[in-house]
Nanobody
């Protein structure tokens, strides 16, 4: 069965960095676009970033452009999100998600990122 397991979240000071990982299993990872989506406390879901199957094309929300970098290692079936210059408003539960025909069909359980001094 499809599984997406995020890790790497934590408590970080403003201006700090983290690398989130998403280990994928149960499907041919290299055949699917992948996304990162986040949900801040008390708010709705916010799309953060997307990457194509080979990793050569990446896309970002304006709110994170220039600070976040999405990447993937198809040999390791792993998706990454390098997050830098963190702001308190980046505090959220970060999900990785699989994309099928333009829609998200599977989600991970999420990893919490908290930005606070």
């Amino acid at each position: 069965q499809v599984q997406l397991v995020e890790s790497g979240g934590g408590l970080v000071q403003p201006g700090g960095s983290l690398r989130l990982s998403c280990a994928a299993s149960g499907f041919t990872f290299s055949s699917y676009w992948m996304n990162w989506v986040r949900q801040a406390p008390g708010k709705g879901l916010e799309w953060v970033s997307a990457i194509n199957t080979g990793g050569g094309s990446t896309y970002y929300a304006d709110s994170v452009k220039g600070r976040f970098t999405i990447s993937r290692d198809n040999a390791k079936n792993t998706l990454y999100l390098q997050i830098s210059s963190l702001k308190p408003e980046d505090t959220a539960l970060y999900y990785c998600a699989r994309v099928l025909t333009g829609c998200i069909d599977y989600w991970g359980q999420g990893t919490q990122v908290t930005v606070s001094s």
